[in-house]
């Protein structure tokens, strides 16, 4: 059974259109995370939110907006995409926020054209 | 000048061989010290955690960190095939992943 699980894996659309992706984590962790790793492998936090609170915002374009309906799940949402949004997103998870090894999902590979 | 450097390679080396993947960082308030791989297509998985300075030995896997000279590597002894993948370092001054930063991540291929 897979720990930290999102969907979809692959998405290709065009500039402009709005995508979602959905993270799941079947661990029983606090605290989930967004990141990003862009072409050249540099992986960074975007948020991170504990028990559904939103507890890091890193400079991150307003259009990118994380949902957490429970503890167990943490969506993205991506609204008028552009170029520079091509990367790929992982989701991961921690048993806290202040320790713990983070688990990372397989990443959504996102290709904006 | 980015926070933790890493060799991005690729390092290709036979199969047996000592591989050892290394970083610098410039922020001396780092003390919990990571290695991370990375299959292709997969997310990063914990390989070795260290707090402060010293070496940690796990396996094939030994982690030495260097406070004083701002520098951690990580060796690789006997190096599989099954070790090809991209290692990135990642590196906090606090516990937790608030403040964690990443390397770019080495390239690294074990060749038969």
């Known amino acids: 059974d897979t720990a930290v699980s999102q969907t979809p894996k692959y998405l290709v659309t065009q500039m402009g259109n709005d995508k979602s992706i959905k993270c799941e984590q079947n661990?029983?962790?606090?605290?989930m995370y967004w990141y990003k790793q862009d072409s050249k492998k540099f992986l960074k936090i975007m948020f991170s939110?504990?028990?559904?609170?939103?507890?890091i915002n890193e400079t991150v374009p307003n259009r990118f907006s994380p949902k957490s309906p429970d503890k167990a799940h943490l969506n993205l949402h991506i609204n008028s995409l552009e170029l520079g949004d091509s990367a790929v997103y992982f989701c991961?998870?921690?048993?806290?926020?202040?320790?713990?090894?983070?688990?990372f999902g397989e990443g959504s590979r996102l290709t904006v054209l | 000048q980015k926070e933790v450097e890493q060799d991005p390679g690729p390092l290709s080396v036979p199969e047996g061989a000592i591989v050892s993947l290394n970083c610098t960082y410039s922020?001396?308030?780092?003390?919990?010290f990571m290695w991370y791989r990375q299959y292709s297509r997969k997310g990063p998985e914990l390989l070795m955690y260290?707090?402060?300075?010293g070496n940690k030995e796990d396996g094939r896997f030994t982690a030495q960190v260097d406070k004083s000279s701002k520098y951690i590597s990580l060796f690789i002894r006997d190096s599989q095939p099954s070790d090809s993948a991209t290692y990135l370092c990642?590196?906090?001054?606090?516990?937790?992943?608030?403040?964690?930063?990443f390397g770019q991540g080495t390239r690294l291929t074990i060749n038969p």
């Open positions: 990642a590196m906090s001054p606090i516990q937790g992943a608030q403040k964690l930063v």
């Open positions: 991961a998870s921690s048993q806290r926020l202040a320790g713990g090894e983070l688990f």
């Open positions: 661990l029983g962790h606090d605290t």
């Open positions: 260290t707090y402060s300075s």
């Open positions: 922020n001396s308030a780092f003390q919990y």
């Open positions: 939110y504990n028990n559904k609170e939103l507890i």
